[in-house]
């Protein structure tokens, strides 16, 4: 599905080659037509506002919105599982998933992390797409709450991918949601809180996924991209190499 490899490019770090493709993007999901006039409306201010704002203010709106507010995280199972044990392993299957799909992630970010995952499922037939999409479609829906309450125009891609999913998230799934505090960015002391580590604790029983590691990946993220307004080659967000061996094996 085109339209999913757009979507996955809109949630990326905005760049002069996302804002160059921006056109691209647009006629893509026009001519795919898998949204509706309505959402494919919807999506038109962040679209626009790629396209026509200056990039060092779309840098740093980005970093305030997804990286400094787990809230917001676009890491799938920050939302899920937290810092649990429980996340390692889901990240070990997403990960075997892809493998399994000859889907290599050429890049430095985790399995789970959402526009990598909406490029795997971009692959796959449509029908197959959206029944994926809809496992975590209750995470998808808590993010466009979440963003819808800031006005951001950020909203319009979460409402798109719930749109897209084959079926709605039940109410009950949302009770599987981690707990984490919706801060403002601006808030360094409750920033100070969502962040802070559990304690490192080594020998028997010690779970290495509850070290704080994973916690750090926004922040890593952040630190390795160029300094707003310049572009520094081989640093443009999540690459992927498709690897196929025929059709019919993967028929």
Partial sequence: MLTLKALSALLGYPSRELVRAIPAIREGIAVEAALDAASRAALEP?????????????EERYVLLFDRT??????????????????GQAMVD?????????FEIVSTELPDYLPLFLEYASTLPREDARALLAEPAHVFEALRERLARKESPYAAVFSALVAL???????????????????????LEALDRVWE???????????????????LAAKVRQARRPAPGLETPGMLGPRTVFSHSSATDRS
């Fill in 46 to 58: 962040l679209l626009s506002g790629l396209a026509h704002e200056d990039l060092y203010d779309l």
């Fill in 70 to 87: 787990r809230a917001h995280s676009l890491n799938l199972f920050e939302h899920v599982h937290g810092e649990s044990r429980d996340r």
């Fill in 94 to 102: 997403l990960k075997a998933l892809y493998d399994a799909a000859g």
């Fill in 165 to 187: 999913a084959a079926s709605a998230p039940e109410a009950s799934s949302f009770e599987a949601l981690a707990e984490i505090e919706d801060t403002d960015p601006d808030d």
């Fill in 197 to 215: 580590e559990e304690e490192v604790r080594f020998g028997p029983g010690a779970a290495t996924a509850e070290c704080g590691v994973d916690s």
